[in-house]
């Protein structure tokens, strides 16, 4: 298991830009696939993006080309750089660590509200 902690959520108005970061309590090897997913009111937890060891990566149709996923191994950190925020990409927003299909950890959540 590792834990995980969020930061740099808050709110933002339309068209604007956060960048997300996801601190791990321990060294992330380099087979550890990182992630960031979210959860809106009163709908289910979905995939934003992930990020494998070897830095491979995957999108949710409705991020692409806006948001941009990384890591620093060295850091034990996973960012989320978030562009052109939309309204229904308010949401509170998890770090997630995995190991192939098993996830080992999860964060608390950051509360992203895109607004004006």
């Known amino acids: 298991q590792v834990q995980l902690v969020e930061s740099g959520g808050g709110l933002v108005q339309p068209g604007g830009s956060l960048r997300l970061a996801c601190v791990a309590s321990r060294t992330i090897a380099s087979i550890v696939t990182m992630g960031w997913y979210r959860q809106a009111p009163e709908k289910q937890r979905e995939l934003v993006a992930t990020?494998?060891?070897?830095?491979?990566?995957n999108y949710a149709d409705s991020v692409k080309g806006r948001f941009t996923i990384s890591r620093d191994n060295a850091k034990n950190t996973v960012y989320l750089q978030m562009n052109s925020l939309k309204p229904d990409d308010t949401a509170v927003y998890y770090c997630?660590?995995?190991?192939?299909?098993?996830?080992?950890?999860w964060g608390q959540g950051t509360q992203v509200i895109v607004s004006s």
């Open positions: 990020i494998t060891g070897g830095g491979s990566t």
């Open positions: 997630n660590a995995a190991l192939g299909s098993l996830t080992i950890g």
